[in-house]
């Protein structure tokens, strides 16, 4: 028997939510050219689990959300954040370009291993930046 107002539907399927955060997930992974196998052994699942996360066939735990915002270098509010919605007018697509790409460049800094090579990526940017 059907208990009132679930619909039927299982509470702990997956969501249009868990959908979402699975395919940023996906894009963020394939951004940083990053493979299934080396994302999943960072976080310490397999890549069968990681792609049943990235397809929407299984919900994340808070844990590990943690652990994948950690991995991708990006807050958790951004595993939420809808790419595809209607832009407002505050945020036009040359916005969320630009929010993008510091998104990812923040990612790579975060990859340095040692205090000279994060100096190093630090100077060419200050160079790239600079207005001559």
């Known amino acids: 028997m059907k208990k009132a107002g679930t619909g039927g539907e299982n509470p702990r399927s997956p969501k249009d939510v868990d959908r979402l955060v699975g395919e940023n997930i996906r894009r ?3 951004q940083r050219n990053l493979t299934l196998a080396q994302t ?3 976080l310490g699942i397999s890549h ?3 792609q049943k996360y990235e397809t929407g066939a299984n919900r994340l735990s ?4 943690c652990a994948v915002a950690a991995v991708l270098g990006v807050s958790i509010e951004l595993l939420f954040r809808d790419e595809g919605a209607v832009p407002g007018k505050a ?3 040359q916005a969320r370009a630009m929010d ?3 998104t990812e460049g923040s990612y790579w800094l975060g990859r340095a291993r040692s205090e000279q090579k994060l100096r190093q990526m630090v100077q060419v940017l200050k160079a790239l930046s600079s207005e001559n």
């Open 28 to 30: 963020l992974r394939t």
């Open 40 to 42: 999943s052994g960072e």
């Open 48 to 50: 069968q689990q990681l």
């Open 62 to 65: 808070a844990g590990t959300l």
């Open 91 to 93: 945020a036009s697509r």
């Open 100 to 102: 993008q790409l510091r």
